[in-house]
Nanobody
Framework: QVRLVESGGGLVQTGGSLRLFCEAS????????MGWFRQAPGKEREFVAL????????RYAESMKARFTISRDNAKNAVYLQMNSLKPEDTAVYYC???????????????WGQGTQVTVSS
């Protein structure tokens, strides 16, 4: 079992930046693809970014490709999401997730954190 805890969310102005953190428990953290997803009120959970076990592969949703950067540190059992040039439409609860051979589909992840709120004001 993998337990995930997100942190780093908060309130920022349009154009600002935030860095989200996800800390994982478990000995097999490095065996998982890690992903970030977000969910705004009234909307489905959507893919943000993923990173492979050894950080060789990263993938982003098109609307976030130029602004967000995902990274991980397997020695620390941690994954990060650097978010720059934030827009009001980025406002959502952001979730960290872990999965085996996971992709951009939320259904391909086995473990989820509790989420951290990101609010971008205009």
């Amino acid at each position: 079992q993998v337990r995930l805890v997100e942190s780093g969310g908060g309130l920022v102005q349009t154009g600002g930046s935030l860095r989200l953190f996800c800390e994982a428990s478990g000995r097999t953290f490095s065996s998982y693809t890690m992903g970030w997803f977000r969910q705004a009120p009234g909307k489905e959970r959507e893919f943000v970014a993923l990173i492979s076990r050894s950080s060789i592969i990263t993938r982003y949703a098109e609307s976030m490709k130029a602004r967000f950067t995902i990274s991980r540190d397997n020695a620390k059992n941690a994954v990060y999401l650097q978010m720059n040039s934030l827009k009001p439409e980025d406002t959502a609860v952001y979730y960290c997730a872990a999965g085996v051979s996971a992709g951009s589909d939320v259904r391909s992840y086995n473990y989820w954190g509790q989420g951290t709120q990101v609010t971008v004001s205009s």
